[in-house]
C-alpha cells in the first residue's frame, strides 16, 4: 500500500498502565493511578446527577454545535459564541489546527520537550517541524521567534508546560506576541490554567483580544475531571474559528459530553478545592524533594517531574511493583525523571513513602 511517508516514523500512542493490567500482572489489590494527570477527586456531583436527570434520544446524533455548552461558556468567559471550538478532547483542536495549517512545504515552532502531540500531528501534516530546547523547564521565547520564517504557520505554547510544569511569565509572553508575524498562529495550551496560582500567569482572553492571531486551548480533562468523556475548547477571533471550523469533525462531542461538561461549569466549589488540596500535595512533593536532595521544576500544574538522579524506567518499574503507577521521564525526553500526578493528600504521602523506602534500599545497595 502507499502509506502516507510519514507514518513509518511514527509508534502509535503509549498510554500509561491500565490500573487493571497492573493489577493482574503483579497480583496486587489496589493500585493508584498517578500517570496522566487526572484529577484524583473525580468529578463534580453535579455530573452524575446532570446525567441522571437527563433524557437523552441515544439514536440522535448530538448537536454538532454543541450549542448548550457554547452559550453557557461563552457567558461564563464573556467572549461571543463564535469565538468557541469545541473538540473531542483539546487533543482534536491539536489535530484540527494541525489539518487546517500544517503541510508539506510549511514549518511548525514548539519547545522540546513538550506535549508530544504538536509534533505527532504536525509530522503527520507533512510540515517540519522546529523544536526549540527548554531552558530550565521553560520556553526559550526568544530562540523559538527567531526560528520562525516566513513558512512557519503555527508555534505552540504550552503553559504551564508537560511535562516541566513551568509557566511563561505574562510579560515575557506578552512581549513573544509583539514580535510574532500576525500571519502565524500561536496555539497557547493551557490545559492546566485552573490550577495555576502564579500571580504573573498570563489572561488568555485578555491576548485573544489583543492578538487576532492567538487561540488559547483548555480541557475538561483535567481539574474538571472528564477524561473519559473528552471535552475541550478553543478560544480566539471568530475569524480563525471560521476557518478552522471545515477541519473538524461534525458530530465531534457528543450528548453526555455536553451534558457532564455544562454541568461540570456550575460546580466553581469542586473547582476551588482541587486547586487548594493540589497545592498541599505539591508542597509534600517540594519536602520531599529538598530532604532527598533531587532536583524538580515548581510547578504550576497538577503533577511534577522529580530528577531521581538515575534510570527513571527502574524508579518507574519498582513504583509499579509498589502498586503505584506514575510516568517514567525516558519516553518524556527525561531519562532521569519520574512525573507524578498530584493525588490526594493520602496518595501523595503513601507513595512518598514507596519513594522514600527504594531510595533507602538503592543505598544499601550502593554501600
Ligand atoms: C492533558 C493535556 C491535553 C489534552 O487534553 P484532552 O482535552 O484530554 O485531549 C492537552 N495539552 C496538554 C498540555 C495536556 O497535558
Redesign the pocket.
Known sequence: MRWKKQLHSLAPYQPGRSIESVKKEYGLKTIVKLAS?ENPFGCSQNVEAAIKKASIDFNYYPDGHAGELRSTLSQMLEVAPDQLIFGN???EIIRIISRALLYPGANTVMASPT?PQYRHNAVLEGADVREIPLVNGGHDLDAMLKAIDGQTNVVWI?SPN?PTGVHIPDGFLTAFLQKVPEDVLVVI?E?YCEYVTAADFHDSLALVNQFSNVIALR?F??IYGL?SL?V?YGIANPAIIRMLEPAREPFNTNTIAHIAAKAALADLEFVERAKRLNRKGMEMFYEFCRKWNLPFYPSQGNFILINFKQEANKVFQSMLERGFIVRSGALLGFPDSIRVTVGTEEQVAAIINEFEAFLVNECKAIV
Open positions: 494527570n478532547g483539546s487533543d506535549f504550552c508537560n495550551d490545559a480541557t480533562s483535567k477524561a473528552r475541550g
